[in-house]
């Protein structure tokens, strides 16, 4: 039995969206070609896949049992393009990759090192962006790969690799904020001082403790807000520690500072080219 790649990937990106409109929008195809190779993957497999009759289609429980199939299916498919680009494939004549300032990690600079090495012509691009504005940057082709801090769910069409050197984040504020003198600072305290967070262009609104709010996209401007006395933030430690120095105070709260997982993550929608497909390699094998 010979089964299209398009198909499966129409079938797993439906699953995850939950309609083949969304899929389709997802995948820059028409509803009808996504529809169309659904329902011949279900001819090839000679089982219903979705349940049709309710407003959105709906797993069957024989599509339930083979998504993880489907899936294992693609990742497999996205190492051999990975190999093949890294074997035998074309240099592109950029890469671009986007940097999350939740990370900085000597293992990431030594690869970096090695690259201005192994490719020393090659321009190299670098964004800076957070949590799901990486996944669109890197969905869209904007960049080939990024660095974002773990999230818990991933798009179906997004590979991602536990870096292995975790960052920290702790909770600052200007040391000339009344809460910089105490020695502890509890919850309470903090729900009633005005919260610097977060918030990225296309992510869900992070929940928060305080009533009162400020948000930026970045943490190098949640970083400037603190340091102006705004408020507290939640900022990576070794940024606070390098850029903020002594006009910072990180409280003394519990359960920080917190460990940050980091993901390096990539589009199993295009076979990298030679470049991103080498730091890939080099990234995963000391992840």
Sequence with gaps: MSLSLEAITAFSTAAEMGSFSAAARRLGKSQSTISEAI???????????????????????????????????????????????????????RLTIVLSDTFQSESLEQMLRRFEQQFPALELETLVAEKEDVIDLVQSGRAQLGFV????????????????????????????????????VSREQLAAERELRLNTYYGP???????????????????????LGFGWAELPCWLAVNFGGDELQEL?????PKAVRVDVVWSQARQPGRAAAWVLEQLMERG
């Design 39 to 93: 329902a011949n993957l279900e001819i090839d497999l000679g089982i219903s896949l979705f349940e049709r009759s309710g407003r959105q289609p709906v797993l069957t429980p024989a599509g339930q049992q083979l998504l993880s199939h489907a899936r294992q299916v693609l990742d497999a498919s996205d190492t051999l393009g990975r190999v093949a680009g890294l074997l035998g494939g074309g240099l592109e004549p």
């Design 149 to 184: 801090s773990g999230l818990a769910h991933y798009p179906a069409d997004i590979g991602h690799h536990p870096m292995r050197d975790a960052s920290h984040s702790s909770l600052y504020v200007s040391s000339l904020h009344p809460m910089a003198r105490q020695p502890a």
């Design 205 to 227: 609104p992070s929940a928060t403790l305080s009533a009162r709010c400020w948000s930026a996209p970045s943490y190098l401007l949640l970083l400037e807000m603190t340091r």
């Design 252 to 256: 003394t709260v519990a359960g920080w």
